[in-house]
Antibody, heavy 121, light 108 residues
Framework: QVQLVQSGAEMKKPGASVRVSCKASGYTFTPYSMHWVRQAPGQRLEWLGWINGGNGNTKYSQKFQGRVTITRDTPASTVYMELNSLRSEDTAVYYC??????????????WGQGTLVTVSS | SSDLTQPPSVSVSPGQTASITCSGDKLGDKYACWYQQRPGQSPVVVIF???NRPSGIPERFSGSRSGNTATLTISGTQAMDEADYHC???????????FGGGTKLTVL
């Protein structure tokens, strides 16, 4: 069965960086694209960006451009999201979410369990 | 803004029909999908590409879209449907994703 297993909770100080991993299993890693979405307490889901499953190209939300980097290790079936220059407003649960293929294009058909990132001095 | 607008909350009696709307000025150019999120859990897709239901999702869940408004309808609502519901669209021009603010469905 498809599983996306994320790394554990992180606590960081303002100005630091955080890297969250998402290990996929139960399906052929490529050509599925992977997205990163976050949810701050009481806030809407917020899209950070994605990595194209076929060519590895990335696209980031304008809001996070320059602060977020999404990479992948194809042999390890793992995608990473790194967010720099953390501030308190970045405190949120971060999710990886697979984009489906064919009729499921433009849809996040599987989600990771979420990783809580807390930014506090 | 390309953000999508949802009502913050909707209440429904068990067995009745709940409708949750999602509107955006460019929604007409994009597919909409809907996610159910129970407290402390990850979102689960219940409707994709406007009106398609994934396998395993009960038939009481349906979706539609007209112009700049997408609607999630839950017929014969059950207590287990109480959750937050999020709409999402894909902006093909910018290859980016936008979400609605989420709607808390309460089954009274």
């Amino acid at each position: 069965q498809v599983q996306l297993v994320q790394s554990g909770a992180e606590m960081k100080k303002p100005g630091a960086s955080v890297r969250v991993s998402c290990k996929a299993s139960g399906y052929t890693f490529t050509p599925y694209s992977m997205h990163w979405v976050r949810q701050a307490p009481g806030q809407r889901l917020e899209w950070l960006g994605w990595i194209n499953g076929g060519n590895g190209n990335t696209k980031y939300s304008q809001k996070f451009q320059g602060r977020v980097t999404i990479t992948r290790d194809t042999p390890a079936s793992t995608v990473y999201m790194e967010l720099n220059s953390l501030r308190s407003e970045d405190t949120a649960v971060y999710y990886c979410a697979r984009e489906g293929l064919g009729g499921y294009s433009y849809t996040h058909d599987y989600w990771g369990q979420g990783t809580l990132v807390t930014v506090s001095s | 803004s390309s953000d999508l607008t949802q009502p913050p909350s909707v209440s429904v009696s068990p067995g009745q029909t709940a409708s949750i709307t999602c509107s955006g000025d460019k929604l007409g150019d994009k597919y909409a999908c809907w996610y159910q999120q129970r407290p402390g859990q990850s979102p689960v897709v219940v409707i994709f590409q406007d009106d398609n239901r994934p396998s395993g999702i009960p038939e009481r869940f349906s979706g539609s879209r007209s112009g700049n408004t997408a609607t999630l309808t839950i017929s014969g609502t059950q207590a287990m449907d109480e959750a937050d519901y999020h709409c999402q669209a894909w902006d093909t021009n910018s290859a980016s994703v936008v979400f609605g603010g989420g709607t808390k469905l309460t089954v009274l």
